[in-house]
């Protein structure tokens, strides 16, 4: 082989790993936007509706409780103002679910949300008569019957959001090997041009 068959052959080579690394860093960096993507779009939030309607509702049995005891008027508009800002919040993240079971899931929990607020309202105005027990025991039964039905949905919700949760881990630590393997070609292409 002459000298200026091997300096063809040469540059022919550097040429393609040349095209071959630039190959594989063009893939690295796609893999690393859209795994970047992936992650900006999953907002942590995102994976615990269920925990913050749980929360919500409780917090209102403890001032359907008080206000069916106590009759304080303060309680009366807190109980009206964090009711609303519940049902506003469950409307709200309910048109951003993407996934079509916890958009339904979602819905259906507003749903329970307005008819346990109706009863809890009926508990709440109902005037203790004479000679009934006025104990809170009786109350505080009714008042988790009434949440109960919300509270088993949103149970269902959680697992939804665990398995989405799983499902989203799994995926980026696909895509992350998938960058580490990338980046090993490339290192080795490197080493060799």
Known sequence: MNTRSQSFSY??????LVLVVGWVGRHTWQELRRLNRSFA????DDFYYSEHIK???RELNGMTLRISLLHNPVDEAAFQQASQHLQQWIQAHQDTLPNRPRHELMKRIGTGFELCLAQNSRLMNAQPQSGTDTSPLPLLEQVQSNAAPVL????????F????R???MKRSHEALAWIQRLLAVMLMLLVIL
């Open 161 to 164: 959001e665990r398995a989405e």
């Open 55 to 57: 929360a919500s509702v």
């Open 11 to 16: 540059v022919l080579a550097t040429i393609l």
């Open 166 to 168: 799983t499902q989203f």
């Open 41 to 44: 779009s999953m907002q942590s």
């Open 152 to 159: 088993d949905l949103c149970n269902q919700l959680a697992d």
